[in-house]
């Protein structure tokens, strides 16, 4: 069975970093072409992908509320895909969760489409909070 958990979440300064992991267990990331994502939704909002990485090429996808802020990387030897967020804002705090999708949603993210539903496999979740 598939599963995927995050970790890493926590209270911030404003300004601040953190560093998300997702680690996969029934699923290798060594294995295959996929994409991993990162997902947050806050109390009252909508969920909104983040961030992916394709196994294929590494090529990456981010929202443009992290552009610049964000990097999302993966550790195939650890099974372990990372989220690492600088410059926090208050904006930021949401709930973070990583999943799997098919290699498209790296081409409809940068289009400006809507991906959440392609993916599956949804951790937990993470709660970031952000002080100001």
């Known amino acids: 069975q598939v599963q995927f958990v995050e970790s890493g979440g926590g209270l911030v300064q404003s300004g601040g970093s953190l560093r998300l992991s997702c680690a996969a267990s029934?699923?290798?990331?060594?294995?295959?072409?996929?994409?991993v994502g990162w997902f947050r939704q806050a109390p009252g909002k909508e969920r909104e992908g983040i961030s992916c990485?394709?196994?294929?090429?590494?090529?990456?996808y981010y929202a443009d509320s992290v552009q610049g802020r964000f990097t999302i990387s993966r550790d195939n030897a650890r099974n372990m895909v990372y989220l690492q967020m600088n410059n926090l804002k208050p904006e930021d705090p949401a709930v973070y969760y990583c999943?799997?999708?098919?290699?498209?949603?790296?081409?409809?993210?940068?289009?400006?489409?809507?991906?959440?539903?392609?993916?599956?496999?949804w951790g937990q979740g993470t709660q970031i909070t952000v002080a100001s």
């Open positions: 999943a799997t999708g098919p290699l498209i949603v790296i081409d409809y993210g940068r289009r400006g489409r809507p991906i959440g539903d392609l993916f599956r496999h």
């Open positions: 029934g699923f290798s990331y060594d294995y295959g072409y996929y994409v």
């Open positions: 990485i394709s196994s294929r090429d590494d090529s990456t």
